[in-house]
Nanobody, 113 residues
Framework: VQLVESGGGLVQPGGSLRLSCVAS????????MSWYRQAPGKERELVAN????????NYLNSVRGRFTISRDNAKRTVSLQMNSLKPEDTAVYYC???????WGQGTQVTVSS
């Protein structure tokens, strides 16, 4: 199993970023997927998840209405569109295959002026 994230970076408050995770080594179209984040000195937290067909999505309360999780099963990709970013969104963001123990390497998102 491989999960490879991309799309992080430095953005000003109010800005947007789109994270992507390309998956391989398992049946992606049959698997729910998740995005987590971990800020310095804090526990890793679940940001969003999506079911295998993409019609059920759940969000952390603090990102609901600003972030959107989506997937493209043909491209084996799960994405996280992040709008109206706030400094408190600063963290390393990880792609996760639920209940597997498999994680991506993480991508840094920094929201700062």
């Amino acid at each position: 199993v491989q999960l490879v994230e991309s799309g992080g970076g430095l953005v000003q408050p109010g800005g947007s970023l789109r994270l992507s995770c390309v998956a391989s080594g398992f049946t992606f179209s049959s698997s729910a997927m998740s995005w987590y984040r971990q800020a310095p000195g804090k526990e890793r937290e679940l940001v969003a998840n999506i079911n295998s067909v993409g019609n059920v999505r759940n969000y952390l309360n603090s990102v609901r209405g600003r972030f959107t999780i989506s997937r493209d099963n043909a491209k084996r990709t799960v994405s996280l569109q992040m709008n109206s970013l706030k400094p408190e969104d600063t963290a390393v963001y990880y792609c996760n295959l639920p209940r597997s123990g498999y994680w991506g390497q993480g991508t840094q998102v920094t929201v700062s002026s």
